[in-house]
């Protein structure tokens, strides 16, 4: 009994310890590092009885960190194969900081805004590494290129604030971030909302929980907003209603139980298999004037987004159920409402992959079992394919959209692991409506050039990242050496012109007394 106890004791601070790094699933990726103690009388692991001794000197690897409530950290170690936790005051980091060449530099760039006090930059991603500059500002606008995982909940990105660069957190959960996202083309949600239902008011999030402000926001009532949290357990955007500021909660998927109460623009698209479904003209209402429909074997564009009703069923395992939710799509341009329930047969689309022609004219048809032609594709030429089919695919290639069959194109590879893994080149539903997908941009991809970006995109909002900064600021240097070394000072300039015009003026003298001589003979 007492070593079943034991066991029962150790699995649960093994699942403890792990809670502060990863707190839910799909939460940050950790950079280990290592530190050494510097407790001359040693230290005992905590959460293990306090029995595990660890010798003075003792080099450790970090597997996560945290803060605890007086501000101390504490790092989650293992010593001994048995797992616990060694108070930050009996131990030295190791690293002195992490540059930011360590990350990964991500493809779709991320604008960010201060929104609480406390944030600083750190010299790596750790609230362990020291703190480098002062505090950043409420209101502080930022761009970060470089975090140290390339998913959306990343929890600490490299960032340059007013010339000091360094490391910050930007992990979503509502009570613990003091950033949010700011709107950009790379966003995944436009920067409007509108109330869908009754019951929707601001929100405080400046404390550990949310608290309900200002007045009820009629129905009907559209918003914009330009600072959203895309956090873990829901999506918080950041408006104003009658002068008051605060946020609105536009929950998704994470909660257990939601009655979404508005709809958030987000560009989602999807491809019906089958079937045919009405678009209504009323959100959340079947009642409402159908507008239009959808037929089967058809990819569509959604602009907004709004769930309506989520549980989560328990049976021998936890299953996630939304029995709907409903989209906001374009028909005529007008906005009309799809209700997706579990009973579609559909598939989402998440990424675009990269494909090319693998013969010569591919042909283009016009549905999954039709023999109508309605274009080819060329031998080499790149297009982009949304859903795999059994024997044709739906893809897009130069404005034209239809079905190929699967044997004559095959997928681009952008690399290969050192576990022989191809890795291939994916592209995002943005990226392909906003019209940068074009068949030139995806041969640039394909053969790792240096693309060119066009002048009206030369000005996207976001400051250049740290090594576009650092290669400007060399070649500027260089210019100056150069021109420094090849041409003459303003000081020595003048010296040269006020020589010249003193030799032009001596030989004019010169010449005059030599015509006056040459006269008087």
């Known amino acids: 009994m007492k070593k079943l106890l034991s066991a029962v004791m150790a699995l649960l601070l093994v699942f403890g310890l792990c809670v502060p790094a990863f707190a839910d699933i799909g939460a940050p990726y950790f ?19 306090n029995t595990v001794f660890i010798p003075y000197d003792t080099v450790l690897t970090v597997t996560g960190d945290f803060i605890e409530e007086d501000g101390s950290i504490s790092y989650s170690v293992s010593y001994n194969d048995v797992w616990g ?28 805004v201060v929104i609480r006090e406390g944030a600083y930059l750190h010299k790596g991603p750790s609230d362990a590494y020291e703190t480098v500059g002062s505090e950043i500002p409420v209101g502080t606008e930022f761009d970060c290129y470089y975090a140290i995982d390339t998913s959306s909940d990343c929890a600490w990105a490299y960032t340059t604030i007013n010339g000091v660069g360094g490391w910050i957190y930007i992990y979503q959960y509502f009570y613990q971030t003091k950033v949010a996202c700011k709107v950009n083309k790379y966003s995944n949600y436009g920067n409007d909302l509108f109330v869908a239902k009754e019951g929707v008011k601001l929100l405080d999030i400046s404390g550990d929980t949310s608290q309900e402000i200002g007045e009820e926001i009629p129905v009907g009532t559209r918003l914009t907003f330009e600072y959203y949290i895309d956090s873990v357990k829901n999506i918080l955007v950041q408006t104003e209603y009658n002068g008051v500021t605060g946020w609105i909660s536009a929950d998704e998927w994470f909660n257990d139980e939601t009655d979404n109460k508005v709809a958030i623009s987000k560009l989602t698209a999807f491809f019906i298999n089958s079937g045919s479904y009405p678009i209504y003209k009323e959100l959340c209402n079947t009642a409402s004037e159908i507008i239009g429909t959808v037929e089967g074997n058809t990819m569509i564009k959604t602009i907004y987004a709004c769930l309506s009703e989520y549980s989560v069923e328990t049976y021998d395992y936890n299953y996630e159920y939304f029995e709907s939710s409903w989209y906001g799509i374009e028909v005529d341009g007008q906005l009309g409402w799809i209700n997706i329930t579990q009973d579609w047969d559909r598939e989402y689309i998440w990424e675009i992959t990269q494909y090319t022609a693998a013969e010569d004219d591919v042909e283009i048809y016009s549905s999954a079992d039709s023999s109508d ?118 000081t020595q300039l003048i010296i040269l012109c006020a020589a010249g015009v003193a030799i032009v003026a001596a030989t004019a003298v010169i010449i005059i007394v030599l015509i006056n001589k040459k006269k008087k003979k």
Do not use: C
């Open 31 to 49: 950079m280990e590092y290592e530190i050494r103690i510097i407790n001359k009388d040693g230290v005992y692991l905590e959460g293990y009885n």
């Open 373 to 490: 032609i309605i274009g080819k594709i060329p031998a080499g030429k790149d297009l982009l394919k949304f859903n795999p089919g059994d024997s044709r695919s739906y893809i897009s290639y130069d404005g034209t959209e239809g079905w190929v069959d699967n044997h004559k194109i095959t997928q681009v590879v952008k690399n290969v692991d050192e576990y022989g893994n191809e890795q291939y080149h994916y592209h995002t539903l943005r990226d392909y409506y906003d019209g940068r997908l074009t068949p030139e941009y995806l041969e640039a991809v394909r053969l790792g050039k240096e693309l060119v970006v066009e002048e009206e995109e030369k000005d996207d909002g976001l400051t250049p990242p740290p090594e576009e900064v650092e290669a400007t600021t060399r070649k500027k240097n260089k210019k100056n050496s150069d021109e420094k070394d090849s041409s003459f000072s303003q």
């Open 85 to 112: 936790t060694i108070n930050g005051d009996d131990a030295i980091m190791l690293d002195d900081g992490v540059h930011y060449s360590e990350g990964v530099k991500l493809t779709n760039p991320k604008s960010y």
